[in-house]
């Protein structure tokens, strides 16, 4: 069993960045490949980025390639989104997910995070 708590999300001008934060409690956090989702108001959950278990590998959607980073530390059970350059069709509910395969897609993800809100408006 994992459980996830996301942290770092707000409101941000177009252009600015925000880092989000999911820490994992639980064993075998390394076990994990790591994924970030989101959720805009009447869409669907998307594909954000993944990071392999051992932080080798990594994925991104094509609207968020080049403006975020995904990076992981497994002695801190911990996955951090780094995003940069947002603009407002960024804005969404973000959620942290832990799953066991590669490549890494919604239905790959066991465990979830509650989400964290980020906005982004002038």
């Known amino acids: 069993q994992v459980q996830l708590v996301e942290s770092g999300g707000g409101l941000v001008q177009p252009g600015g960045s925000l880092r989000l934060s999911c820490l994992a409690s639980g064993r075998y956090f390394g076990s994990y490949a790591m994924g970030w989702f989101r959720q805009a108001p009447g869409k669907e959950r998307e594909f954000v980025a993944a990071i392999s278990r051992t932080g080798g590998t990594t994925a991104y959607s094509d609207s968020v390639k080049g403006r975020f980073t995904i990076s992981r530390d497994n002695a801190k059970n911990s996955v951090n989104l780094q995003m940069n350059s947002l603009k407002p069709e960024d804005t969404a509910i973000y959620y942290c997910?832990?799953?066991?395969?590669?490549?890494?897609?919604?239905?790959?993800?066991?465990?979830w995070g509650q989400g964290t809100q980020v906005t982004v408006s002038s």
């Open positions: 997910a832990a799953g066991a395969n590669w490549p890494f897609i919604i239905s790959s993800a066991a465990y």
